[in-house]
Antibody
């Protein structure tokens, strides 16, 4: 059974870089035709797709975040990661990882809360 | 403001039916058959309940159904049960490798 789990610091200072990892079990990040996504939900707001990495390593990013986002995969650890640079308070959110379909997420992690504050 | 518009709340009594709408544009919901719905209970991971507008993953009760008309998608929950009380989110592909989500609807079972 596919399971995803997010991990990373819960507190990041303004202007610094947020880094999160999604560990995948019961499946493989390089399974053919699999796609792995990051989604976030700021307090009191809806969900926002951040970006997706394909099994091939191709990445797709939400245009408003594209200049600050990098999603990468580590097949040796069966993980994929998110880095978001130059964070501000507006990046405070619950961050989710999901996969492995392109148009929707069959499975999500439980989410991890990241607060941007000095 | 979310890209897809959902009512913030909906409610119904046990056994009743409730429909939650998700309004987009001709560039997303209106253009593609890739609308999905997710259920999220507090503190838990979101769960896929509808994909490709009308399809249900294995294990999702047939009380949950999806549809689309023009730029609006809908999720109907029939025969409401107490465990259906949750937040529901819609999502749509918008072309150019872009996914959109709605703001979410809190469903209350009275």
């Amino acid at each position: 059974q596919l399971q995803l789990r997010e991990s990373g610091p819960g507190l990041v200072k303004p202007s610094e870089t947020l880094s999160l990892t999604c560990s995948v079990s019961g499946g493989s990040v390089n399974s053919p035709v699999s796609y792995w996504a990051w989604i976030r939900q700021p307090p009191g707001k809806g969900l926002e797709w951040i970006g997706t990495i394909a099994y091939s390593g191709t990445t797709y990013y939400n245009p408003p975040l594209k200049s600050r986002v990098t999603i990468s995969g580590d097949t040796s650890k069966n993980q994929f990661s998110l880095t978001l640079s130059s964070v501000t308070a507006a990046d405070t959110a619950v961050y989710y990882c999901g996969g492995p379909q392109y148009y929707h997420m069959d499975v999500w992690g439980k989410g991890t809360t990241v607060t941007v504050s000095s | 403001q979310s890209a897809l518009s959902q009512p913030p709340s909906a409610s119904g009594s046990p056994g009743q039916s409730v429909t939650i709408s998700c309004t987009g544009t001709s560039s997303d919901i209106g253009a593609f058959k890739y609308v999905s719905w997710y259920q999220r209970h507090p503190g838990k991971a979101p769960k896929l309940i509808i994909y490709e507008v009308t399809k249900r993953p294995s294990g999702v009760p047939d009380r949950f159904s999806g549809s689309k008309s023009g730029n609006t998608a809908s999720l109907t929950v029939s025969g409401l049960q107490a465990e259906d009380e949750a937040d529901y989110y819609c999502s749509s592909y918008a072309g150019n490798n872009l996914l959109l989500f709605g703001g979410g609807t809190k469903l209350t079972v009275l």
